[in-house]
């Protein structure tokens, strides 16, 4: 029965991990979380951007800041907070992880919330200006 159970609850965890990394789950946390600094197309152009210290990067190019390959886990640990971007500064960027983290989540929470960052990640990564043809 316990066994029955345990079994039960990974397999909504992992379908739910698969719900939230569809692009549609992640735009949608995208527009909510990241728009109003980074704009709705990712150019850094948000409405809250002209505030801002220091200018929002623009997500469309993050890959080819890094040589045509999306570095998708740097993107991840920028968004939890674990890798500091340097031109976030003081960081007026909010640090997704901890708003994202329940204070004393359990384990499945924990998985929502990252899968929750990776959809955001994932969004990030189809706003990737295409690649110049090669010559």
Avoid at 100 to 110: T, Y
Avoid at 116 to 132: D, E, T
Wanted: hydrophobic share 40%; charged share 10%.
């Amino acid at each position: 029965m316990l066994r029955t159970l345990s079994s039960a609850v990974i397999l909504t965890l992992c379908t739910a991990a698969t719900v939230y990394a569809t692009d549609a789950t992640g735009r949608t946390y995208y527009q909510h979380y990241c728009a109003a600094c980074h704009g709705r197309n990712g150019h850094g152009d948000g409405f809250v951007a002209p505030a801002l210290v220091q200018q929002p990067t623009d997500l469309t190019q993050i890959a080819a800041a890094h040589g045509g390959q999306f570095p998708f886990g740097l993107v991840v640990e920028a968004i939890d907070g674990t890798h500091t971007v340097r031109a976030h500064g003081l960081s007026e960027m909010p640090v997704w992880g901890e708003v994202f983290r329940a204070e004393h989540s359990s384990p499945q929470q924990q998985l929502l919330m990252h899968a929750k960052i990776v959809a955001i990640a994932n969004y990030v990564r189809s706003l990737q200006a295409p690649s110049p043809p090669s010559r």
